[in-house]
Structure formats: structure tokens, C-alpha cells
């Protein structure tokens, strides 16, 4: 009841200010009317923890965040798991993952690697991550540097929630294309499209979990639905000319999400991220990711997700070396010669560039 008058109201005045005046009254009204009756529990917990009193990210009007994720309303039903269990990680494989570059050896590697550093180059613009920048300055002067292009907390989540959102997009068209060509050719697909999709679940999950500590604005919201429009189109025009370039070209932008995810852990472990330091992951990672008991904190769930990224990294680059309509999936294929380490589901083979085709599939002649 409180809720929609308070909304009511908040529209009438819209109606008459402009959208900025709008945001800082909502934000006003909020503070002293609806603060901690309409938040939702964790979002509450994580912003008092890290900033008393005060909104760190959103630009949206506290008293219309709601739950994310508010449970079904299904009487029978006691939970629902997830369609893909995630593979188990030990510490030790999370802590072996590496920053690693595939070198492009043809054109198409050169165009996917080019479609890469422009998106990289737009993302950048977006989160205000300006790392280059930030190397040159701080070789002059360090702490001018650090001030200037310092990376916390807020511009990581920016970052993280608009990669991620992006980041889902690909396998769920490839899948999508490849279900669709497999009906139409009446032809077996070689079990490509389950990897797909469930790396863009997996993609989802991640974007799940970000939101789950911050609600992003109608800024960033327009902004991901533009890239999503954007993104989705090129891609689908992209798989259809293409699928090689662009599995290569996801190859290079989980390079990037690897890197990211890397200093993200290398801040947070140096101490600039301190609002992260003590903070616990959300339930929905602690389920997802099977997290133990122990290893349930914010830095834990960056190593596990760099972990899935550097998977996909080494998933998209092996499917970029394969024959795109022939080939069977290496990520579900059983060997015939098992002495010898194969491609898997989880990251204890995990190879940064992929496996090559010679190596999963075989050359011809043997
Ligand atoms: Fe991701
Ligand atoms: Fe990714």
C-alpha cells in the first residue's frame, strides 16, 4: 500500500521535473521515508556495509527496488536446481588460472581480434577503466595516477554487471543457429549446442550474482539494452557469415574478462578494494558454484568465476580451430586413447589458447 501511493506520487512529480531533478528526489524521499522498509534484505546488508546511509551504484529510486529474485510462488515445489550443474573447482585449479594471449595467425583471427579490442575499447568508455592511461601516468607520477584512474569497488561493479550482461549473448546465439541449421540441413549437430547454451547460462549467472550486491540505474540499464540490441544483431549476421571468426572473437573477450577478473582479484587481495574485503557471497553463488564452507567470500567468487571465464576462453578458442559442420564436440566426447589428457567439462586440463584440432580430433591419415 505504502509502496504504490509513494509510486504514485513519485509519478506526478515526474510529470513536472526534468529526469534528473526526478532521480535526486526520489533519492531524498527514499532516504527518509523508505530506506530499509522497501530494500531488499542483502542489497540492505551490503550498501550499509559499505557506505552507511548512502546509495553506491543505482541512480534508480530505492523505494522501487524490489527483490531480485523473489521465490516463486509455487506451493509444491520445494527448489528448483540448476538445468547445468556447474563443474566442482578445487582452490589450487582457480589459483593455476593465467593471463594468456592465442596469437592471430590468419585474417580471420585478425578481424575477430580488431571486433574485440573495439568492444574492449567501448567497455572501457563505459566503466571509466582506463588502464593504460593509468600505467603510462603512474610511471611519472604514482599517486596522481592513483587518484586519477583508480579502480573501486562501484566502477568494478559497472563494469562487471555491463560485461556480463554482454557476455551472454554469443553462446546463446550460436546455439540458437545451430539448433535452427541442424533442423534445417536434417542433420546432427555433434553436440555443439549444449556447450553453447550453457555457457551463456553460465554468463547469466554471473551477471545474476552482480546483481545481487548492486541494482543498476535506467542509465545502465539503457545502456545494456542498447548493447544488447546492438550485440545480439551483429552476432547472429556475424554466426551466419562467419561461425569461426566469432568463436574466435569470444576467445579474445574472455582473454580480456580473464585479465579483468585478475586485477579485480589483485586490488582486492592488495587491499584497495577494502568494502570487498569481509564481504560474503551471495546465496544464489553459494549454490551455484557449490562453494564450500569457508570459501564463500567475494574474493572466493572472483576466483571462481575468472575460472569460468578462462574456460570459456579455451572452450571458444578449440571450437574457432575445429570444422565448423563436422566436427564433434570435444567438451562431450569420450577418447579412445585415455592416457593421454582430453577436453572436459571442468578446468583441471584447462589449456588458455585451446586444443588444437589435431590434438582432439585427429588428422585424417591416422
Ligand atoms: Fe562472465
Ligand atoms: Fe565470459
Same mark, same amino acid.
Given at each position: 500500500?505504502?509502496?504504490?501511493?509513494?509510486?504514485?506520487?513519485?509519478?506526478?512529480?515526474?510529470?513536472?521535473?526534468?529526469?534528473?531533478?526526478?532521480?535526486?528526489?526520489?533519492? $531524498?524521499?527514499?532516504?527518509?521515508?523508505?530506506?530499509?522498509?522497501?530494500?531488499?534484505?542483502?542489497?540492505?546488508?551490503?550498501?550499509?556495509?559499505?557506505?552507511?546511509?548512502?546509495?553506491?551504484?543505482?541512480?534508480?529510486?530505492?523505494?522501487?527496488?524490489?527483490?531480485?529474485?523473489?521465490?516463486?510462488?509455487?506451493?509444491?515445489?520445494?527448489?528448483?536446481?540448476?538445468?547445468?550443474?556447474?563443474?566442482?573447482?578445487?582452490?589450487?585449479?582457480?589459483?593455476?588460472?593465467?593471463?594468456?594471449?592465442?596469437?592471430?595467425?590468419?585474417?580471420?583471427?585478425?578481424?575477430?581480434?580488431?571486433?574485440?579490442?573495439?568492444?574492449?575499447? $567501448?567497455?572501457?568508455?563505459?566503466?571509466?577503466?582506463?588502464?593504460?592511461?593509468?600505467?603510462?601516468?603512474?610511471?611519472?607520477?604514482?599517486?596522481?595516477?592513483?587518484?586519477?584512474?583508480?579502480?573501486?569497488?562501484?566502477?568494478?561493479?559497472?563494469?562487471?554487471?555491463?560485461?556480463?550482461?554482454?557476455?551472454?549473448?554469443?553462446?546463446?546465439?550460436?546455439?540458437?543457429?545451430?539448433?535452427?541449421?541442424?533442423?534445417?540441413?536434417?542433420?546432427?549437430?555433434?553436440?555443439?549446442?549444449?556447450?553453447?547454451?550453457?555457457?551463456? @547460462?553460465?554468463?547469466?549467472?554471473?551477471?545474476?550474482?552482480?546483481?545481487?550486491?548492486?541494482?543498476?540505474?535506467?542509465?545502465?540499464?539503457?545502456?545494456?539494452?542498447?548493447?544488447? $540490441?546492438?550485440?545480439?544483431?551483429?552476432?547472429?549476421?556475424?554466426?551466419?557469415?562467419?561461425?569461426?571468426?566469432?568463436?574466435?572473437?569470444?576467445?579474445?573477450?574472455?582473454?580480456?574478462?580473464?585479465?579483468?577478473?585478475?586485477?579485480?582479484?589483485?586490488?582486492?587481495?592488495?587491499?584497495?578494494?577494502?568494502?570487498?574485503?569481509?564481504?560474503?557471497?551471495?546465496?544464489?553463488?553459494?549454490?551455484?558454484?557449490?562453494?564450500?564452507?569457508?570459501h564463500r567470500t567475494m574474493r572466493d567468487l572472483l576466483y571462481y568465476?575468472?575460472?569460468?571465464?578462462?574456460?570459456?576462453?579455451?572452450?571458444?578458442?578449440?571450437?574457432?580451430?575445429?570444422?565448423?559442420?563436422?566436427?564433434?564436440?570435444?567438451?562431450?566426447?569420450? @577418447?579412445?586413447?585415455?592416457?593421454?589428457?582430453?577436453?572436459?567439462?571442468?578446468?583441471?586440463?584447462?589449456?588458455?589458447?585451446?586444443?588444437?584440432?589435431?590434438?582432439?580430433?585427429?588428422?585424417?591419415?591416422?
Amino acid at each position: 500500500m505504502l509502496s504504490s501511493r509513494a509510486t504514485s506520487s513519485c509519478s506526478a512529480a515526474a510529470s513536472k521535473r526534468s529526469a534528473a531533478q526526478v532521480v535526486k528526489a526520489w533519492n $531524498g524521499l527514499t532516504q527518509t521515508t523508505c530506506a530499509s522498509t522497501f530494500r531488499p534484505g542483502l542489497v540492505y546488508a551490503q550498501q550499509s556495509q559499505w557506505a552507511p546511509g548512502r546509495r553506491d551504484f543505482s541512480t534508480s529510486p530505492q523505494m522501487r527496488m524490489k527483490e531480485f529474485f523473489p521465490k516463486p510462488d509455487a506451493p509444491n515445489i520445494f527448489k528448483t536446481e540448476a538445468a547445468w550443474p556447474h563443474p566442482i573447482y578445487s582452490e589450487e585449479q582457480m589459483r593455476n588460472v593465467t593471463v594468456a594471449h592465442r596469437e592471430a595467425k590468419n585474417f580471420s583471427d585478425k578481424v575477430a581480434l580488431f571486433a574485440c579490442r573495439i568492444l574492449r575499447w $567501448g567497455l572501457d568508455r563505459v566503466s571509466g577503466y582506463k588502464h593504460a592511461d593509468a600505467v603510462k601516468l603512474s610511471k611519472m607520477d604514482p599517486e596522481l595516477a592513483r587518484k586519477k584512474y583508480a579502480m573501486n569497488e562501484h566502477k568494478y561493479l559497472i563494469r562487471n554487471i555491463f560485461l556480463e550482461s554482454v557476455a551472454g549473448v554469443p553462446g546463446m546465439v550460436a546455439g540458437m543457429l545451430r539448433h535452427l541449421a541442424s533442423m534445417r540441413r536434417m542433420k546432427r549437430d555433434n553436440g555443439w549446442i549444449e556447450t553453447l547454451l550453457e555457457e551463456s @547460462y553460465n554468463e547469466r549467472m554471473h551477471l545474476l550474482t552482480f546483481l545481487k550486491m548492486a541494482e543498476p540505474g535506467w542509465f545502465m540499464r539503457l545502456m545494456v539494452l542498447g548493447a544488447q $540490441g546492438v550485440f545480439f544483431n551483429a552476432m547472429f549476421v556475424s554466426y551466419l557469415i562467419s561461425p569461426r571468426t566469432c568463436h574466435r572473437f569470444v576467445g579474445y573477450i574472455e582473454e580480456e574478462a580473464v585479465i579483468t577478473y585478475s586485477r579485480e582479484i589483485k586490488d582486492l587481495e592488495e587491499g584497495r578494494l577494502p568494502m570487498w574485503e569481509n564481504m560474503q557471497a551471495p546465496d544464489i553463488a553459494i549454490n551455484y558454484w557449490n562453494m564450500p564452507e569457508g570459501h564463500r567470500t567475494m574474493r572466493d567468487l572472483l576466483y571462481y568465476i575468472r575460472a569460468d571465464e578462462a574456460k570459456h576462453r579455451e572452450v571458444n578458442h578449440t571450437l574457432g580451430n575445429l570444422d565448423q559442420k563436422k566436427d564433434p564436440n570435444p567438451y562431450v566426447s569420450m @577418447y579412445k586413447d585415455l592416457s593421454k589428457p582430453h577436453p572436459t567439462k571442468g578446468i583441471d586440463h584447462l589449456k588458455p589458447t585451446g586444443w588444437e584440432r589435431e590434438e582432439v580430433i585427429g588428422s585424417p591419415n591416422k
